[in-house]
Each structure stands twice: as C-alpha cells, then as structure tokens.
C-alpha cells in the first residue's frame, strides 16, 4: 500500500500549482478521509486540508482557505491539491495522508495521527 506524491516545483509568488496523490495497492474509494499536510524547515508538520470519502466534505485551514482547494477522484485512485495565489510562505515539503478509520462529515480540523498512511513529500518553492 503506497501513497506517491508529486506535483511540486519552482514556482513565483501568485503562480499556481497542482499536487497529486496518487494511491497504490488499494483504491482511494476504500479510504475514508484523505489529507494534505504540509512542513516547513525547522517547524512542524501543519494540516492543509482534507476531504472525505465521498468529497462531499472537506476542511481547510486558514490560511490557505480561499486559495487551495482539495478534490479526489476514486476512479483514478487520485487525491488532488489545487494551489493558486500562491506566497513565499506556503513553501514548505506537502505530504498526502489517507485514514481507514476516519469517515463521514470532516467538522474539524484532523491531527497527522489521524492518518495512518502517509506519502512522501514533494516540495513546493515559492519564489517572491
């Protein structure tokens, strides 16, 4: 079971970028809530945002609230980050996460040990 990450780049300040997570081994339809986390150098992984299984919930945090949105495809076994208006301080490593026992309505924002699986990260630069 495999969660690959990719997407990230060089990218300038307003730019847009789109990450995708992409599960192996398992659907994504078998997950319940998927997640992006994000880490920068010297700080803590942050929440992102999330989805649930059906993609009919998701939960942001604020400060990318308005700028990134958070989609998943189960026939492509796909998760996806959307970032536009992006600023030199969402550059950070972004990990994909997946739960097997978090499902239904997302009414607050989850903790990583919500996740039990984790991709690696793809790194997104944000130049000013």
């Known amino acids: 079971v495999q969660l690959q990450a990719s997407g990230g780049g060089l990218v300038q300040a307003g730019d847009s970028l789109r990450l995708s997570c992409v599960a192996s081994?398992?659907?994504?339809?078998?997950?319940?809530?998927m997640g992006w986390f994000r880490q920068a150098p010297g700080k803590e992984r942050d929440f992102v945002a999330t989805?649930?299984?059906?993609?009919?919930?998701?939960y942001y945090a604020d400060s990318v609230k308005g700028r990134f949105t958070i989609s998943r495809d189960n026939a492509k076994n796909t998760m996806y980050l959307q970032m536009n208006s992006l600023k030199p301080e969402d550059t950070a490593d972004y990990y994909c996460?997946?739960?097997?026992?978090?499902?239904?309505?997302?009414?607050?924002?989850?903790?990583?040990?919500?996740?039990?699986?984790w991709g690696q990260g793809t790194l997104v630069t944000v130049s000013s």
């Open positions: 996460a997946a739960s097997t026992t978090r499902f239904g309505r997302i009414v607050k924002p989850p903790a990583p040990s919500d996740f039990g699986f």
């Open positions: 081994g398992r659907t994504t339809s078998s997950y319940g809530m």
């Open positions: 989805i649930s299984r059906s993609g009919d919930s998701t």
